[in-house]
């Protein structure tokens, strides 16, 4: 019954799908935009975080490059985007001191929602080093307002909300070039910036890094590529702010692990050596067993161990 | 994987052998296996201490000119009250003549407050009991049999320094770390 | 239960004899992990995966356990309290990327462990209800799962909550109203992100109880093995406790180096970068899909693109439903006597094909719903769809298996020494499932 029941139901599915995947297809028109599409890739030297071999096992932050993106972001970005996800004192994470730290919150040109204490009603203050980066704007619908409709997204997690983020990033901030000769006219979009890396390759964020914009402190020449990359290596630090931790977590882990499935996969031989060696016994034997007497409950031993 | 297993099927003869080479690597991997999962543990409870962003609200700023002599405050830090009492001239001579020795916890007034703001009296208010407020540092609240502080939970009396005089709690208010960053300005933690 | 020549448990000490008269706790533990639990001495690494799914489902409560003592479930903060996890909590990052790839990796055992059931007829008689309290905890876990994903308040967690619950709107009649129970409102919302965080957290538990009913039940005949022929003797089996304890124990290790590889090395590579972008309601991504482990039935879902008497989003829903469900039936669907694949030369064949065929849907799933996956995905579920009702009960009942060793024992010497051997047994299975015996 439950047979019958079971091929006639299967019949009919088979049956819905093959219609289905006789069914004419309707032809989808070809993007004639699709060529001009660019894969993100990583600035020449790599990022530090790949590490020997690109393996990305070891390889951590370089954080003068943190602190160089970081002046990219202050003195470029931070105009429209926020980092609402990340606090000021985290910024010690990246090796500014303490005090740096509190001089940058303090001097941060935005400042922090607060209660004006005497009246109660509400104010800003400098901010400290325990509060977050200021947002830009209070809310998607003044973000949208202050910039064409095109709200600046948040950067705490670009470089993770993003496939390929740090090099998306990287590539997008010094990607933009002039609309190409043979792009097609009707799909030029005059309001907005050419950028092949752009998923849809016309990006309301107007070309913002050029040569010499910062003065970098270490003395680093300040070329778009070179702020491309440090503003990028900072937001993947913004986005993954606990990656060394975890990648020295990772090693010290993966030597145990390995250590202690070693030792298991010896003492899982050893325990099943008897079982083996009965085998040749022939039918009958009972393997462990039969050998138990001679050795004197070696695996019972394991019995309190494990 | 053949050699390792032809090693252990030896005559009975090296059994003795056998059975002690084994109870090493059954020990060794229990033992690896033990300090594993010890070591596991450690993240599921070290989660539940302080978390980042609670540990860098330790300190708060106070501004102290509004506080009128006689009077106290309470100001909310670490998620506690702190009480801020600004003592008369009478009240301080008063709580440094007591018999420190006589007290459950013997403290001078001096050891409670900071040279040169002797007026400024900056505790936690909460009873060293079981944790509840102690009442006292408002207007219009009782203020013990020792003209202090009282926990009305469990019936503690505290002295005008918050020394305790009388009841079940076993040891003065807590004093927190602060600093006087002026006469008036006062960062606590 | 377990075979009259398993060893009874023996209290070592005195507190152990007064405890076990009191509360035969020990006895019970002896008797199910112990010494006292008779196992076929030829099952291969492939029966590793019901204890390390039942591993697997410890780390995700554990972790669960603490990430909910710092998770939010409020629409305006879910998103920012994750955040607070990763950065600000103590091993936070550690403990949710635990759970995020721990649930994934909970999913490659499971159905690692589903296809060494249906390659070894594990379902069959008398494991009926071993196979199907293993469908129940399934179709939990994917509930659970899903219920899961949507608690980060990310793009996908938003659209994929929107989606899935949609599919109820297929019912005629009263769908509508099914969506607005099961969200609590007209779109997923705060209510809707409160009720799933806390069948979140009790569904594994319930996960954790049918697992307790499946295990009783398994214990009854004892485990399946490779030659799919139940145990006869003495001779036939090895106990529990220490052969496969320390089987175990390695197949464990293995399993926690490849889940650390992930979770120290890899942590997002499983997940969707539009997770990482807080939900918002009036915009959906490019692509959504789901997570990995529902691409299968999700390619299903997407293959019914004909109105046919019903709309194609019904029988989409049905399909899809389908799909799961009647692996219920598969213990009647089967009728052949022999259990293993090994034994059966042509449903080998089918079955082989039948993996290959899960995969290709789940390619399918993740790819966008354009050509050539959507034909892709429609030949496919046709495959699946005829393998289980049609194909089955027709060659099971039609195909000649090949010669059953008399007994397991008898297997395993065979084994052993049909290297170069006339045929007789062949040894093909061996090849698709190293024997650690060898």
């Known amino acids: ?306 | 994987m053949a050699t390792a297993d032809n090693a252990m099927d030896r005559p009975a003869t090296h059994a003795e052998d056998g059975v002690r080479r084994r109870d090493f690597i059954y020990i060794a991997t229990a033992a690896f296996g033990g300090i594993g999962a010890a070591a596991a543990i450690w993240p599921f409870l070290d989660q539940m201490n302080p978390s980042a962003d609670v540990l860098a609200l330790a300190s708060v700023e106070v501004d102290l000119a509004p506080i009128a002599e006689g009077q106290g405050i309470k100001v909310n830090w670490r998620g506690k009250p702190v009480f801020i009492r600004h003592m008369r001239a009478a009240e301080v001579q008063e709580a440094q003549q007591a018999d420190v020795s006589s007290l459950r916890d013997p403290q001078s007034f001096d050891d409670r407050t900071q040279e040169g703001h002797r007026q400024w009296l900056i505790q936690i208010g909460v009873c060293t009991h079981l944790g509840c407020i102690p009442m006292g540092i408002a207007d219009g609240e009782p203020r013990g049999d020792y003209n202090g502080y009282f926990c009305p939970c469990h019936g503690s009396h505290y002295d005008n320094a918050g020394r305790i005089r009388k009841g079940p709690a076993p040891t003065n208010l807590e004093i927190p770390a602060y600093e006087f960053l002026s006469d008036t300005s006062v960062r606590i933690g | 239960m377990s075979f009259t020549w398993a060893k009874p448990y023996e209290p070592k000490t005195g507190v152990g004899k007064w405890f076990d008269e009191r509360l035969p706790v020990p006895r019970l533990v002896w008797n199910s992990l112990g010494g006292g639990y008779e196992v076929p001495k030829n099952i291969n690494y492939f029966w590793n995966f019901g204890v390390l799914a039942g591993v697997a489902l410890v780390i995700q409560i554990a972790t669960g356990i603490v990430l909910a003592m710092h998770y939010a479930a409020h629409t305006d903060v879910a998103f920012a309290s994750v955040e607070h996890i990763m950065r600000d909590v103590n091993w936070g990052w550690l403990l949710r990327y635990m759970h995020a790839n721990g649930a994934s990796f909970f999913f490659i055992v499971v159905y690692i462990h589903i296809a060494r059931g249906l390659w070894y007829g594990s379902y069959k008689a008398p494991r009926e209800l071993v196979w199907m309290l293993g469908l129940v905890i399934f179709l939990l876990m994917m509930a659970t799962a899903f219920m899961g994903y949507v608690l980060p308040w990310g793009q996908m967690s938003f659209w994929g909550a929107t989606v899935i619950t949609n599919l109820f709107s297929a019912i005629p009649v009263v769908g509508d109203t099914i969506v607005t129970f099961l969200l609590g409102g007209f779109a997923v919302d705060n209510a809707t992100l409160n009720r799933f965080f806390s069948l979140h957290f009790l569904l594994p538990f319930v996960i954790a109880g049918v697992t307790i009913l499946k295990i009783w039940s398994l214990h009854i005949p004892g485990s399946n093995n490779p030659t799919g022929v139940e145990v006869k003797g003495p001779a036939d089996t090895i106990p529990f406790h220490p052969y496969f304890t320390a089987k175990d124990t390695f197949g464990l290790g293995v399993f926690l180096i490849i889940l650390a590889i992930f979770i120290f090395f890899m942590p997002n590579a499983l997940g969707h970068p539009d997770n990482y972008i807080e939900a918002n309601a009036l915009s959906t991504p490019a692509h959504i899909v789901p997570e990995w482990y529902f691409w299968p039935f999700y390619a299903i879902l997407r293959a019914f693109t004909v109105d046919f008497i019903l709309p194609a989003k019904l029988w989409g829903v049905i399909a899809m439903f389908a799909s799961i469900l009647l692996m219920f039936f598969l213990p009647w669907l089967d009728r052949s006597p022999v259990k293993s694949m090994k034994y059966r030369p042509t449903m080998k064949l089918w079955t082989l094909v039948l993996l290959v065929d899960v995969l290709v849907l789940a390619w399918c799933g993740g790819a966008p719903a354009e050509e050539p996956y959507v034909r892709i995905s429609q030949i496919a579920s046709i495959y699946y769809f005829a393998h289980f009702l049609i194909i089955l009960p027709i060659v099971s009942k039609s195909e000649t298996p090949l010669p059953l060793p008399n007994s397991i024992a008898e297997a395993v010497l065979k084994g052993k020494e049909s290297t170069g051997a006339p045929a007789g047994i062949k040894d093909t299975g061996t090849a698709a499932a190293p024997q650690p015996a060898e």
């Open chain 1, 1 to 306: 019954m439950v047979r019958i029941v079971g091929i006639l139901a299967g019949a009919v599915f088979v049956f819905v799908l093959v219609l289905a995947a006789l069914a004419p297809r309707e032809d989808v028109p070809v993007d004639p935009t699709e060529e001009f599409h660019a894969h993100a890739h990583a600035p020449e030297g790599g990022w530090s975080w790949d590490g020997p071999l690109g393996l990305g096992v070891f390889g951590g932050y370089d954080n003068q490059q943190l602190q160089r993106g970081f002046k990219v972001f202050r003195e470029v970005c931070s105009a429209c985007h926020s980092l609402r996800y990340v606090s000021f004192r985290n910024l010690e994470g990246i090796g500014f001191s303490e005090a740096e730290v509190k001089v940058i919150a303090e001097e941060w040109p935005l400042e922090v929602a607060a209660t004006n204490p005497d009246t109660g009603e509400a104010t800003t203050e400098p901010a400290i080093p325990a509060d977050r980066f200021p947002l830009v704007y209070p809310n998607e619908i003044a973000a949208r307002a202050a910039n064409n409709n095109a709200a600046p997204p948040d950067l705490s997690l670009m470089a993770k909300a993003r496939a390929d983020g740090a090099n998306y990033i990287y590539s997008l901030m010094s990607g933009y070039q002039p609309v190409p000769a043979d792009f097609p006219e009707d799909r030029v979009q005059e309001s907005l910036h050419y950028n092949p890396y752009f998923h849809s390759l016309w990006i309301a964020m107007p070309p913002q890094l050029s040569d010499g914009l910062v003065t970098y402190d270490d003395g680093t020449e300040a070329t778009t590529e070179q702020m491309a990359a440090d503003v990028a290596a900072f937001l993947h630090w913004t986005a993954e702010p606990k990656m060394v931790e975890r990648k020295t977590a990772g090693i010290g882990v993966l030597i145990f692990l390995l250590l202690f499935t070693s030792l298991s996969y010896v003492a899982y031989k050893r325990v099943w050596a008897d079982v083996k060696a009965s085998k040749v016994g022939g039918p009958g034997t009972r393997g462990g067993r039969a050998d138990k007497g001679i050795h004197a409950d070696a695996p019972g031993e394991g019995d309190h161990e494990a």
